[in-house]
């Protein structure tokens, strides 16, 4: 069974940073992705930036820019440097892994912008 753990999330202001990091419980040796999603209240979730194994990145064009998908295969985790956020950047972040033909969910991790 796979689980994903999210940490980093947390209150700051508009125009500052956070580094969000996620670690998988298993070694993915298969071809796979690792990313991030985020859902904000009334909202559906939605995509923010995704990496694969081979480093190839995409992100949602309201992050370009501002944000930062990484991963680290050694050590199973995946990572969201945020820059310059935004109130709307306010939301509930999804770590994501994408293999064997499914999807894997982390529980979330809470980041609030204040105005």
């Known amino acids: 069974q796979v689980q994903l753990v999210e940490s980093g999330g947390g209150l700051v202001q508009a125009g500052g940073s956070l580094r969000l990091s996620c670690v998988a419980s298993v070694t993915i040796f298969d071809i796979n992705t690792m990313g991030w999603f985020r859902q904000a209240p009334g909202k559906q979730r939605e995509l923010v930036g995704r990496?694969?194994?081979?480093?190839?990145?995409n992100y949602a064009d309201s992050v370009k820019g501002r944000f930062t998908v990484s991963r680290d295969n050694a050590k199973n985790m995946v990572y969201l440097q945020m820059n310059s956020l935004k109130p709307e950047d306010t939301a509930v972040y999804y770590c994501n892994l994408r293999v064997w033909g499914r999807d894997y969910w982390g529980k979330g991790t809470l980041v609030t912008v204040s105005s």
């Open positions: 990496i694969s194994s081979g480093g190839s990145t």
